[in-house]
């Protein structure tokens, strides 16, 4: 087994009659880049001071590498954590920062300077490695706080939420030197995080949580492209979640009516068994939607149609976001791309037909 790979085995967390985490089974491979994302209070952070060895389960086992953590502390897991503050000492030059773990250890002066200097390179702060931690900017910062936990050798890195300090365009930027880094050292990242796009641009492994569960885990495209059920697609963004009541079963096949619409052609997955009269829930993504005048053809391959009078219109750079009403207290939303948007513009108050395929419709659980 990999010597970073991480296997959570039934755990939970209570705290009195407060159930933090309930019963959660994950399997994280060998230099993966992991995201926890859920709202505040979902348990994510929990789990991430679980397998730092910061907490204890209430029940289960958290194995890294194999080994049952039970007891261990951090250093004995050989694992690292990153916190938000990132923590570093204001009156040690970042080289000292960068290399204070192995001063700890009680490495030789001379050997710590070549591996602080080796990590420096590695983050491309050389330059800046006799200045103190006020002399740097937050990104700066960042770099030293994650030099100096992967100095250590760690076979797991923990973050958390190590990007919500930072402005928007810094974030950015970030996200690009984390990868990086992740894949440079080849080590297991666990990150925990709140924010959607964030964890899509950077993790192998998605894990969405609700209230100490896991919702769905698996990579970052199938995750956003096919939710699983209505809390992950909501959470996600970027779908249209509609219910509405089974008209027909036609094999591979299901025709629904929900408000403001009427049959809408769903493919219905293996295994799955609806029948005449049924509940269901259903997503569209929003940047698979056609935008057509009322009247016009469908484009070939749309089955499904909805015809609204536009809401809004948001102007996104690459795409605009077209909002239109879809039945009471509802809204439908078409992501569509700039210059198609323009040879045609819609505003509000106009009339269109929103347009989409049968394959981009999905089944929620």
């Known amino acids: 087994m990999g010597k970073g790979n991480i296997e959570l085995a039934g755990v939970a967390k209570r705290y009195g009659d407060t159930v ?87 490495q030789s002066s001379q050997d710590r300077r070549n591996a602080a200097d080796a990590m420096l390179e590695k983050v491309r702060l050389s330059e800046l490695a006799d200045r103190l931690p006020g002399q740097l900017s937050g990104g700066q910062q960042q770099r030293v706080a994650l030099a100096r936990a992967a100095i250590m050798e760690p076979r797991v890195l923990l973050l958390d939420e190590p990007l919500s300090a930072l402005d928007e365009q810094l974030r950015l930027q970030m996200r690009t030197e984390l990868r990086r880094m992740q894949q440079d050292l080849g080590i297991t990242f666990v990150h925990v995080t709140h924010t959607q796009m964030e964890a899509i641009a950077l993790a192998d492994l998605v894990v969405v949580m609700e209230k100490g569960r896991i919702r769905q885990a698996g990579g970052a495209r199938d995750v956003y492209g096919a939710p699983q059920d209505r809390y992950v697609a909501e959470f996600l963004g970027g779908q249209n979640v509609l219910s509405g009541k089974v008209e027909q079963v036609n094999g591979a096949s299901i025709l629904v009516s929900a408000p403001s619409m009427k049959g809408i052609h769903v493919p219905l997955p293996e295994k799955r068994h609806v029948a005449n009269g049924d509940r269901v829930d259903l997503a569209v993504r929003r940047d698979h939607i056609h935008l057509a005048r009322p009247g016009a053809a469908p484009a070939a391959g749309m089955t499904n149609a909805l015809g609204a009078r536009v809401l809004a219109v948001e102007y996104q750079g690459n795409f605009v976001k077209v909002v239109l009403e879809a039945g009471q207290d509802s809204e439908f ?23 989409w395929s049968t394959e981009e419709s999905r089944l929620l659980a």
């Open 20 to 106: 933090a985490v309930a019963g959660v089974n994950l399997k994280i491979p060998d230099g993966a880049y992991c995201c926890f994302l859920g709202p505040s209070g979902c348990g994510k952070t929990t789990i991430l001071r679980m397998i730092a060895g910061h907490e204890d389960p209430s029940d289960g086992e958290i194995l890294i590498g194999g080994e049952d953590t039970a007891g261990l502390p951090p250093v004995k897991r050989r694992t690292a954590m990153m916190f938000q503050s990132y923590a570093l000492f204001p009156h040690l030059s970042v080289r000292d920062n960068v290399a204070f773990g192995l001063r700890v250890r009680g």
């Open 333 to 355: 939303v078409a992501y569509v791309a700039e210059r198609e948007f323009y040879a045609d513009p819609f505003d509000v108050g106009d009339m269109a037909l929103a347009t």
